[in-house]
């Protein structure tokens, strides 16, 4: 079946400009998860859904980072006022609820933002 | 911040051989998580260990776990070219609903 699926895979911006990224998670997963991953780093916990409800955004970097997801499928991670230490890999994963956190996260392959 | 450290942070080895990656941790965990990451592409979730559990097994994989010592290995036996990627630990840490991963090891297999 169709994994998680991030788009676009390259975004080049201008300092300044804001830029929304999308996340198509696994059809029928409850948790969606987005991370940050700079460059030879692992990746760093921005923001969790439940369905829509979004249930902890502790990571996000400053204000100018939100994250949506209206009907509880389909994400967006927007970044306004863009700057050059956002530049990194940003990561979306999938997974299903099952009342624990044992559950495997399932990833996409990112998009790579670079802010000029 | 990231929770785990993992050592070495690059290893190259021949085909064949076996790699051993550590990390530790800091915080008490419910589970620990090994992830795999090829380059420019997403993590691939390898193997899950709880906090009760000692070592598991996965085909060429086998983890261990010691919340005594805070830390665990993971063990990739006749290692293949196809296993060049990156390795990350991940624990999800008591009371918290998220991943914290560490910063990885490099694994580079020379045919």
């Known amino acids: 079946g169709a994994g998680v699926s991030q788009s676009p895979r390259y975004k080049v911006a201008k300092r300044g400009q804001d830029v929304a990224l999308r996340c198509d998670p696994i059809s029928g997963h409850v948790s969606l998860f987005w991370y940050q991953q700079a460059l030879g780093q692992g990746p760093e916990f921005l923001t969790y859904?439940?369905?829509?409800?979004?249930?902890?955004k502790s990571g996000l970097p400053s204000d100018r980072f939100f994250a949506e997801r209206p009907e509880g499928s389909v994400s967006t991670l927007k970044i306004q006022r863009t700057q050059q230490e956002d530049s990194a890999v940003y990561l979306c994963?999938?997974?299903?609820?099952?009342?624990?956190?044992?559950?495997?996260?399932?990833f996409g392959d990112g998009t790579r933002l670079s802010i000029l | 911040s990231q929770q785990g450290e993992e050592d070495p942070q690059a290893l190259s080895i021949q085909e064949g051989e076996n790699a051993t990656m550590n990390c530790s941790y800091k915080?008490?965990?419910?589970?620990l998580q090994w992830y795999r990451q090829n380059s420019g592409r997403g993590l691939v979730h390898l193997i899950l260990?709880?906090?009760?559990?000692r070592e598991k097994h996965s085909g060429r994989l086998r983890v261990t776990l010691d919340t005594s010592k805070k830390s665990s290995s993971l063990l990739i036996t006749a290692s293949r070219a196809a296993d060049t990627a990156s390795y990350f630990c991940?624990?999800?840490?008591?009371?918290?609903?998220?991943?914290?991963f560490g910063q990885g090891t490099r694994l580079t297999i020379n045919p």
């Open positions: 260990i709880r906090s009760n559990e």
């Open positions: 994963a999938s997974s299903p609820w099952t009342g624990d956190w044992s559950q495997p996260q399932h």
């Open positions: 859904f439940q369905n829509e409800a979004q249930l902890d």
């Open positions: 915080t008490s965990i419910n589970n």
């Open positions: 991940a624990t999800v840490i008591q009371g918290a609903q998220k991943l914290v």
